[in-house]
Nanobody
Framework: QAQLLESGGGLVQVGDSLRLACAAS?????MGWFRQAPGKEREFVAA????????YYRDSMKGRFTISRGHVENAVYLQMNNLNVEDTAVYYC?????????????????????WGQGTQVTVSS
């Protein structure tokens, strides 16, 4: 069973940047990030498919957030720029360990098999 190790959360000011990192211990075919703010449902942030390097983003985060491959295999970064208070949440890394061709929507939690413990991102005004 794969394990995910996240890092990079913290307390920042409005307009600051943060980079989250996540590494999986096993083979993955895609990785992504979701977030959950207090009192809200978990929502998709971004995902990347390794075989095509295709990336996917929540519309509201396009241009501010960038998902990319990590420096080691089965690792991913999430660069977050121009953060605002509404970005405050626990950010969860997710990994898909099942092979897939098409027909899988990487914007839904059900597409992923393993989850990290979450890292807190707090944006202060």
């Amino acid at each position: 069973q794969a394990q995910l190790l996240e890092s990079g959360g913290g307390l920042v000011q409005v307009g600051d940047s943060l980079r989250l990192a996540c590494a999986a211990s096993g083979r993955t075919y895609a990785m992504g990030w979701f977030r959950q703010a207090p009192g809200k449902e978990r929502e998709f942030v971004a995902a990347i498919r390794w075989s095509t390097s295709n990336t996917y983003y929540r519309d509201s985060m396009k241009g501010r957030f960038t998902i990319s491959r990590g420096h080691v295999e089965n690792a991913v970064y999430l660069q977050m720029n121009n953060l605002n208070v509404e970005d405050t949440a626990v950010y969860y890394c997710a990994a898909r360990a099942r092979f897939f061709y098409t027909g899988v929507t990487l914007t839904t939690p059900s597409a992923f098999d393993y989850w990290g413990q979450g890292t807190q991102v707090t944006v202060s005004s």
